[in-house]
């Protein structure tokens, strides 16, 4: 996955430091011209962020992605201040931002029994995104009346990525810092705050009694809090890859915690010297109570090994490795199977396990069946680096997936499995045959940033609904609109196209549509990189909300705020309000949650 997450979709593995030449004669300058910029460049082939862009950045956010966030591989080259030098020459002050959050909120005892909750990345273990009536308490008619009721800033922070989740009337939301956050969903007032050491990018899971809170971060920890108080009751590694990260979020489901795992050895490959590569995808299932391992399954079944080969510095080349899994796992109950969809491959030899869906059998892990989409997709970050060394001969298009599976029954009784990849096509499969093909609807053009990235959702009338993505440095306006597909058949019901970004202006503006969309019946939101959050009517695709994020917000923690790109996440809809995170790192920087209701009120 071009890893905005990497999306995310492993571009966003690199906070590729590209650039030209910077007229600042300070160390920093020096280090980032000769270990960062020859990924740091304006060219169409390289998507990672331009100096210009990570500048918004606080120095805060750079320091962390070199010490222990993405960009942890090409930190090790560097000292400590060479490290602090680099974070200095490019980050913005922080203007008191990081720091303790003010608001707290007054003791109230915490209980999902009855309220509405969106728990989860999907709202559902069928990873549906769809909020029902019922619990949404927001329709059609309320849509166009929503506005901002409160923000809430991260402090320190230049990008957001977890999907908000709500339950017994509290938001849970991870940071960049690695600060999960319980706030009062009505007020935005803080109930407790919990530490990880590094970025927690998935949603948080809570589970059916309201005890429990999981969630996973960047290398590699699953975590299990007190739900009420915030306090640790236990936490566990799932993989001891150096490049493991947890970016799908887990699936809490009939006491057992499913964790997908990703990596960032994609990035690590720029480095000639780095043997590339020994990481394999895996799904782990934990006991939710005490977070013992039940099972462990590899994405790719055959170990490593090295290939014989060496590359053009002299290090041995390794493989199979990749089909790492970005997204959620999808539960399929009356087959007790777990569906995930995997990543690209990252060097040879090609696994017939990359850019697929892959089924596991929820008791014991073993793999019934799998459905490879994309073959020989062999790429990694030194595709696109001016040294090749790590890359595959042959390589791909970095076409893998970046969004889970949807799980649909149809009217006749059929079951249907439905997910986007970032080639541009909509697959559809059936999962009482093997993952057999059903059909296949082409929406984009696709590409490392292209096609589809994070997620479509369902809506009534059997439609399904994904964004398209098509981000292109050629300009602004390539990319983006949203289709809404017959989930019998993939046949078009409408398709609304993309509005004109105002903030050409600006680096990382754009049309596409990254984020992962959310329905509610009459309604589906989708936001854009242009700063933009839309809400669309189901019946024509027609436009009958729009909320521009790009500004700085007044914000109930104290801590200054600007929206930026909707991407990693999509809105989260609960009993009348609507929260969403705007802000990314590789498009245009932010740091605020957005809460909305109708009216205001």
Known sequence: MFKLLALPPAFLLLLAFQGAELPQPADG???????CASCHRAERDSPAPLP???RRMSRESILRSLETGKMKEQGTHLTAAERAAVAEYL??????????????CAPKPFSTASDPSWTGWGVDPSNSRFQPAASARLGREEVPRLQLKWAFGYPGASATFGQPTVAGGRLFVGSEDGTVYSLDARTGCVYWTF???VTVKTAVSIDGGGHIAYFGDTVGTVYAVDAEKGSLLWKFRVEEHSAARITGSPLLIHGRLYVPVSSGEEGAAVDPKYPCCTFRGSVVALDARTGARIWKSYTIPQSPKPTGRRNSAGTELWGPAGAAVWSPPTADLKARAIYVATGNSYSEPDTPYADAVIAFDMGSGKMPWWH???????????CVAPDRANCPERPGRD???GSPPILRSLPDGRRILIVGQKSGVVHALDPDHRGKVLWEKRIGVGGPLGGIQWGGAVGENNAVYYARSDWDEAGPDVGGGLFALRIASGERIWFAPP???????????????MAPVTAIPGVVFSGSLDGHLRGYDTRDGRVIWDFDALREFATVNGAPAK??????SGPAIVDGMLYANSGYTNAISGNVLLAFSVDGK
């Not at 300058?29 to 270990?35: D, L």
């Not at 490879?372 to 030194?382: G, H, R, V």
Request: a negative charge; glycine letters at 12%; hydrophobic letters at 40%.
């Open 29 to 35: 300058a020096r280090i980032f011209q000769g270990n």
């Open 195 to 197: 530490k990880a050491p």
């Open 372 to 382: 490879q989409f994309t073959a020989n997709d062999l790429w990694n970050i030194s």
């Open 52 to 54: 210009e862009q990570l």
């Open 499 to 513: 509005a004109k970004p105002a903030c050409a202006d600006q680096p990382g503006c754009s049309a596409a549509q």
């Open 91 to 104: 980050g913005a002050p922080s203007g008191g931002a990081a720091g303790a959050v003010s608001a707290p």
């Open 563 to 568: 929206g930026g790109s909707f991407n990693a």
């Open 399 to 401: 076409l893998d997936f």
